[in-house]
């Protein structure tokens, strides 16, 4: 099967600043029976800029945060004096668990100012990342990013999330509501988990841009008008579910940077998003090992004449490649050999309320937390109130 992937014109390669990563960090609060529990730092932004800055992959980060914003981080965000850092709440009721359902509601109860054109820096860049999780990005701010990047990836919770104006109740839209459908002909990929797909009709998107949707332990599927390519899941013993589909993305358009073709960097994206389910919190990686090893597979795959290192994105075709398999079982044994010390150190860290967003709950903090509902994401509700 063969998919068309993007349709930009190639990327004019810089040795700096190769992807632009828009999105604000925000704080998250777990609120527990009516108690708040954990507190974090959120936003696609950070799990994102984790797997880029551990891998090399030079980046440029547009954030927003308030003179609240409470964590260090390696990008460092722009500070609205007047505003305050986005907050999340998620609420969650243990007295209403039952039949391995959780009923919580996530709430922004904050938001910091929106993302505009005039925000994002001068240049050009080889990717855009439009990841927005509480309304910052504007239509004309990724209508902006088009312009200044060759390729862009749009997470579609920066399009469909809108908030009840009176408690801030998240909700979804469907994508031809949202007020970005008309600039999907311009962007390379859409990137959906399986419930948020629901929202959009594949059928009709894959004919403007490729479509990614990802779905937990069944790995991802690409989509685009000439059809569709499964990528295989790795398997992995899921202990917080926060981030993962943040960190696929960062995979995927890692290994597009450092030379993979398209499903191999889906691969690699899911061999990431695996790895920060078993983790809790923000993921740490064996980053040099990986590293290593897709530089191995772009050399394996130059000298059989089959790497994409200097193919035009309007032409190049999504197809499974001669040697994808044994890139995923390399990868797969690969992460037997690193998912192991990393993660003894991190079951003190506190869970962000996405993680009860996704479908956890911690049983008390300190301790690694009890899974009720053995799943990736859960569906937020929609505008009608259903899910």
């Known amino acids: 099967m063969v998919v068309t992937s993007v349709r930009n014109s190639p990327p004019q390669h ?24 954990a507190e974090t730092l959120g936003g696609a932004v950070a799990f994102i800029a984790n797997v880029l800055n551990g891998l090399s992959v030079s980046s440029s980060l547009t954030s927003k945060v308030g003179k609240d914003f409470k964590y260090a981080v390696n990008n460092v965000p722009i500070v609205i004096p007047t505003s305050r850092t986005t907050v999340f709440e998620a609420y969650f009721d243990l007295g209403l668990v039952g039949n391995g359902h959780q009923d919580r509601v996530l709430k922004r109860v904050c938001a910091c100012d929106p993302i505009a054109p005039v925000d994002l820096p001068e240049g050009r860049f080889d990717f855009g990342m439009a990841v927005g999780v509480g309304g910052e990005i504007l239509p004309e701010t990724l209508e902006r990013m088009v312009e200044i990047c060759d390729v862009v990836f749009v997470d579609i919770q920066a399009l469909i999330r809108v908030f009840d104006e009176d408690d ?40 403007l841009c490729c479509v990614v949707v990802t779905n937990g332990k069944e790995g991802c599927k690409l989509f685009s008008k000439d059809g569709e390519l499964q990528i295989a899941p790795f398997e992995a013993n899921q202990v917080d579910p926060t981030g993962a589909g943040d960190s696929f993305l960062g995979g995927f358009v890692a290994g597009l940077v450092q030379g993979l073709a398209v499903p191999d960097a889906a691969l690699l994206g899911n061999l990431f998003g695996s790895l920060t389910v078993e983790q809790i919190g923000l993921p740490k990686f064996d980053f ?3 590293q290593q090893m897709i530089k191995d ?25 001669v040697g994808h398999e044994q890139f995923h079982t390399s990868l797969g044994a690969a992460k037997l050999k690193s998912s ?35 799943v990736y994401e859960e569906p937020i509700r929609t505008v009608d109130g259903k899910q």
Do not use: M
């Open 14 to 37: 810089s040795p700096i600043n190769r992807v632009l990563i828009v999105g604000n960090y925000c704080h998250d609060v777990l609120i527990q029976d009516g108690s708040a529990v």
């Open 297 to 321: 597979e772009v050399q394996r795959r130059k000298a059989q004449c089959i790497c994409f290192g200097e193919r035009r994105y309007d032409e190049l075709k999504l197809k499974e490649l």
């Open 168 to 207: 801030g109740t998240v909700k979804l839209l469907g994508l031809k509501e949202s007020g970005f459908y008309h600039l999907l002909p311009r962007i390379g990929f859409l990137k959906a988990s399986s419930d948020e797909a629901l929202f959009l009709n594949v059928e009709e998107v894959r004919r």
């Open 340 to 374: 192991c010390s990393d993660q003894d150190c991190q079951w003190d860290t506190p869970p962000s309320s996405k993680a009860v967003e996704q479908g956890t709950l911690p049983q008390f903090i300190g301790q690694p937390k009890r899974l009720i509902n053995p």
């Open 288 to 290: 040099k090992f990986f």
